[in-house]
């Protein structure tokens, strides 16, 4: 077993831009022309048809259109504002070749024309008085038949988007990404492992980038095998080999920095270089994911359109993933109507992948190129394969050793448009051993200090005694978290084997040893379902494909379902707890199999249990059937009955949810992590910490999303409680969880009528402008004690809804703004509040600083022990959790965290695996048979920070809290991704979604 030795420093994959260097760019625009000719013909439609729906212009089918005949363009006609009402379109193309090698406005003007030939044969084709539809549509293309006398595309210097980033509405966050990999389009280099070389020749793609309509890049694909043993056999040939194709993927990300500025006063972008791993399917496609399109890769050799400009560039295409699988946007009618050359069958493309794509990168390939690229949950299997299918044989990610080398090979092709970062600066260790305060351990290392190697050096009382207060710890926490309350904790199971197995991992994740009973206040409980159509899926006559009542089915379904459960809740949980009043109530609840063929997700009863749990005031957990193990000796099954480690472990997963996190569960006390983050103790014995949790979904009702916010408030002492934005008081954390259902219940009644209730239905669609108003009362108003805010800046600073337009948010948390006001609270046009409150507002004595992060694409990828990108020495990921200094604007601390590689990467551990290229191999270890991951870097940023805490020291110490919060005592495999109190929240909404089928 390799030493645990904890790289001490950090290299971040984002570079600096010479804006010298790329002097010959070109980047170009182009407005759509007809806005307000399609914003008045959608109005007339919606005029004649009478049906009062929304009609909204085909654009995407537009876009796919263009860009399958050119792919020289980096996107079509994509949102761009509105003016005066009208929704305006703008095209990009970026490049350092000439103006010719992009379409015309003329062949633009005569793709549009019969886009919208097409639009008017379809409506031509709905119910409605044909004479007026028809008038309709000749006014529509008498007004769009002559290209406007000013319309050309316009070129923009690329020093003006740099200099300016927000100039031409934030074009350069599209356009300079965009002209990078416009860049290395064609280009190749070449990485070597040991006696392996290989070399990547790049080709860019459009759509699906840093923004959904920019560019990236992929390189050939590659063919990977490898051997894995079957674990059902024995002896020399239980090996089976297996392979798969993938490619190396690029993006590139344009980002700023709080504080970082141009001498001119703008910010000054960062490029962050972005490596992943895309997979291409290469056998016949079974099986896609319920909802979703399916993702095609095309690739043109010869023009689809004559005297249209193309390259070697791929172009992302979607097949609708219904039961007879088309190009989506009725493309193919479309090209047929452009006269262009027909796309594939998408059917044909299923089910041979091999032979549309060039996966073995052929050089007289000379026919179009079709992609299936892989995503989680696609299976495939060979004609005659038996079972259901199997998933993609090549495991996802890269080595960071791998990762560091190509890297190194894209600076060197851009040298010396980009330049490197350094290094960042280590700050201290996370506390171990003795030191580990016991609220940031978790359950596993309670189990591992009980286990026989462990025990082994301690004898009789004292044994004995240390196993008591190792159970007392847990005990304790639970108590305490829920305020000294009675626990009920029901087993509702209907097969034995998940009663057996519950039971059996309850005791453990309690700690106890045979004998022992559970704590005093936790009472357990087993309640057998005697009724087995309670476990049936809802009930349909037919799947989305073929039944056009699907949706109302399953409305009427869930009802029916859900009133059986509470009936069947009433009678055997509720009805035993007359007259007890000081108690919570918790249920593990078996729901049978999830994953069954020829059953949609949505008739799933996940939704409908949990929907009949919060109408009851039980908090709810929800478990899938557990099957035994196979006996070996027949004979003596029942004595020898096993269960997988897989349903230990999910079982085991469930129990800890349910008895730790639904309860905001501790194992110690804050107050000691605050202590050695470096909050002094005046402080820490009565810090609150408060995060500002969001959650958003599309598909709700209509354009506008779900949005649904709390604020989670994690004491000193450990209690947590939550603060909605419907209610005027802070309420226990398994409270809040039912209360939260209840309103999901009653926005799931005000859905299904006909006559939606809005105000019950805006309570989960908050704006931009509900959202800081709710940050503002909070920071304001309901500050108990000493306090650090917890926000990302991600939605809660500006959103854009799903049909492009923004919807202002707290504008202060921008970079452009932090900077300047870091010592006053923005909340101008805030209802109620219309100031900007100054740091030294007696109203918020109580607020130390609030700490906004950023986290996802917003943070660079990295390497460790690297401090420049052509050294070669070995790397390896965080062992502990670990935080770092970044010093780039002296004036305005920044602080990385970074979690700790989890315990089931093992397989990336190894020193052999950590130097491993995707195609090769050491010995019996196989690249493409381990699933790399890198734990992501966070952005702490404090700002309005409290005058006695803007020393160095105390800034820091602000930072580590959330640093070290990102721990949770049910979450064993390594740190989560957001700081408790943010983890409890996010989790919290996520709970109840299914009862509003959002979660799918």
Request: net charge neutral.
């Amino acid at each position: 077993m390799p030493a645990k030795i904890n790289p001490s420093f950090a290299l971040p994959a984002r570079m600096d831009l010479a804006i010298d260097s790329l002097s010959d760019a070109n980047i170009a625009v182009l407005m759509f022309p007809f806005a307000k000719e399609v914003k008045e013909f959608c109005q007339n439609l919606e005029k004649v048809f009478r049906n009062k729906q929304t009609i909204y212009a085909p654009y995407r089918q537009l876009n796919n259109a263009i860009l399958a005949c050119s792919s020289t363009l980096t996107h079509g006609f994509e949102y761009l504002e509105t003016v005066n009402y009208i929704p305006q379109y703008r095209a990009l193309a970026v490049g350092t070749g000439a103006e010719s090698s992009i379409p015309t406005p003329e062949q633009i003007h005569e793709l549009i024309y019969i886009w919208a030939q097409t639009w008017i044969k379809q409506s031509l084709e709905k119910k409605g008085q044909r004479d007026e539809i028809q008038s309709v549509c000749d006014r529509f293309l008498e007004a769009i038949d002559k290209i406007p006398e000013d319309w050309q595309w316009e070129f923009i210097a690329l020093k003006t988007l740099i200099k300016d980033l927000n100039a031409q509405n934030g074009l350069g966050y599209q356009s300079i990404p965009s002209l990078l990999v416009t860049l290395l389009h064609e280009q190749t280099c070449t990485i070597s492992s040991g006696d392996m070389e290989q070399t990547l020749k790049w080709r860019k793609v459009q759509g699906g980038s840093s923004t959904r309509t920019g560019l990236h890049l992929v390189s050939q694909p590659f063919k990977a095998t490898y051997f894995e043993e079957d674990y059902r056999k024995s002896g020399e040939k239980n090996a089976k080999e297996k392979e798969g194709y993938f490619a190396y993927r690029l993006d590139f990300y344009l980002h700023t920095q709080a504080g970082r500025f141009h001498t001119e006063g703008h910010l000054k972008p960062w490029v962050f270089i972005h490596l992943s791993c895309q997979r291409y399917a290469h056998e016949p496609l079974v099986d896609a994911n319920h909802g979703r399109d399916i993702s095609i890769l095309m690739g043109m050799n010869q023009a689809r359109l004559d005297k249209y400009p193309i390259d070697s560039t791929l172009v992302r295409l979607t097949i609708e993933n219904q039961a007879h699988k088309n190009w989506q946007e009725q493309l193919p009618d479309l090209l047929t109507e452009f006269k262009a050359r027909a796309l594939v069958n998408p059917q044909e493309i299923l089910n041979n992948p091999r032979g549309f794509g060039n996966l073995d990168d052929f050089d007289d390939w000379n026919q179009d190129e079709y992609y299936i690229v892989h995503a989680e949950g696609y299976e495939y299997k060979q004609e005659g394969q038996k079972g259901r299918g199997h998933g993609h044989s090549i495991k996802t990610g890269f080595s960071l050793t791998e990762r560091a080398d190509i890297t190194n090979q894209i600076l060197q092709l851009l040298n010396p448009v980009l330049i490197p970062d350094r290094p960042m600066e280590f700050d201290i260790p996370v506390p171990a051993g003795k030191k580990l305060p016991l609220a940031m351990s978790d359950y596993d290392l309670h189990h591992k200090s009980l286990i026989p190697s462990a025990l082994k050096k301690i004898t009789g009382e004292a044994k004995q005694q240390y196993i008591k207060d190792k159970q007392n710890v847990i005990a304790r926490a639970i108590k305490q978290t829920t305020n000294d309350k009675e626990i009920y904790l029901f087993i509702v199971y209907y097969e034995e084997h998940t009663k057996t197995l519950v039971c059996q991992q309850l005791r453990q994740a309690f700690l106890l040893q045979d004998g022992d009973e559970f704590p005093a206040h936790i009472n357990v409980i087993d309640v057998f379902i005697h009724d087995s159509s309670l476990l049936e899926k809802l009930r349909v006559s037919g799947l989305p494909s073929v039944n056009p009542n699907f949706d109302e089915e399953i409305k009427k379904q869930h009802q029916l379902k859900r009133q059986a459960w509470q009936k069947f809740f009433k009678e055997k949980i509720v009805s035993l707890l007359k007259g007890k009043h000081n108690c919570e109530l918790f249920a593990i609840i078996e729901i049978g199999t999830s994953k069954v063929k020829g059953i949609h997700p949505q008739q799933s009863i996940r939704g409908a249990v949990r929907e009949a749990c919060v109408l009851e005031n039980i908090n709810s957990q929800m478990l899938q059937t557990v099957k035994a193990n196979k006996p070996k000796d027949q004979e003596n099954s029942e004595d020898d009955t096993t269960y997988s480690k897989a349903d230990e472990g999910r079982v085991l997963n469930a129990i800890l949810d349910v008895t730790l996190r639904q309860t905001g569960t501790l194992y110690g006390l804050p107050s000691e992590v605050y202590k050695v983050a470096g909050i002094p103790e005046n402080f820490a014995q009565k810090l609150d910490v408060i995060a500002f949790c969001r959650l958003q979904k599309n598909n709700f009702i209509g354009k506008t999303p779900f949005q649904y916010a709390v604020a989670v408030r994690l004491s000193a002492g450990g209690t947590v409680d939550v603060l909605l934005p419907h209610q005027p008081k802070w309420v226990p954390y398994s409270k809040a969880g039912i209360a939260i259902g209840q309103l999901f219940h009653q926005v799931r009644k005000a859905r299904n009528t006909i006559e939606n209730d809005r105000k019950i239905i805006d309570l989960v669609q908050m704006k931009g402008g509900q959202l800081v108003k709710f940050v503002a009362d909070v920071l304001s108003q309901h500050l108990e004690n000493p306090t650090i805010a917890l926000i990302e800046a991600d939605v809660w600073r500006n959103e854009r809804t799903k049909d492009g337009t923004k919807n202002e948010a707290w504008f202060q948390l921008k970079n452009e703004y932090l900077f300047e006001q870091k010592y006053i609270l923005n909340f101008e046009r805030v209802p109620g509040h219309n100031c900007q409150y100054p740091r030294d507002d007696k109203n918020f004595e109580n607020l130390l600083g609030v700490v906004r992060i950023r986290s996802n694409h917003e943070t660079p990828q990295y390497v460790t022990n690297r401090k420049s990108w052509d050294e070669n020495s070995t790397t390896s990921d965080f062992t502990e959790l670990s935080g770092f200094i970044d010093k780039t604007v002296p004036e305005f601390l920044h602080y990385f965290s970074v979690g700790k590689i989890p315990s089931t990467q093992k397989n990336q551990k190894t020193p052999q695996a950590r130097e491993l290229y995707k195609s090769d191999r050491d010995g019996g270890i196989y690249a493409a048979n381990i699933s790399y991951k890198h734990q992501q870097m966070l952005e702490m940023l404090p700002f309005f920070v409290r005058r006695d805490f803007q020393t160095e020291d105390n800034l820091k110490a602000l930072c580590r809290v959330p640093h070290f919060l990102r721990i949770s005592p049910a979450f064993t495999r390594g740190n989560i991704s957001h700081p408790y109190p943010m983890h409890l929240g996010i989790k919290l909404i996520e709970d109840f979604l299914c009862i509003l089928y959002l979660e799918l």
